[in-house]
């Protein structure tokens, strides 16, 4: 599962939602779907405007953790 640390980077940056949102050109409610994990996919635009509005690398706001629902089925 891949865990989205925006909330992380939005903290150290101390920047609020509402303003990144609007820097990158999304809609805060479409934020919150990415900083909530709920995100079904990312475009590379998208990632490419976080990592340079919060002065980040990429992995820096994405992380992979294993999924313990998937390993319960092997």
């Known amino acids: 599962m891949i865990i989205f640390n925006i909330d992380v ?3 150290k ?3 609020r939602s509402k303003e990144l949102a609007s ?7 479409n934020l919150s779907v990415l900083k909530n994990g709920k995100a079904k996919a990312l475009k590379l635009t998208t ?3 976080l990592c340079q509005h919060l002065n ?5 706001l994405l992380e992979f ?3 313990i629902e998937s390993e ?3």
């Open 9 to 11: 980077m939005l903290a």
């Open 23 to 29: 820097k990158i050109g999304i809609t805060e409610q």
């Open 72 to 74: 319960s089925e092997n």
């Open 65 to 67: 953790v294993e999924d």
């Open 47 to 49: 990632l490419n405007a």
């Open 56 to 60: 980040c690398q990429p992995g820096d």
């Open 13 to 15: 940056r101390k920047m």
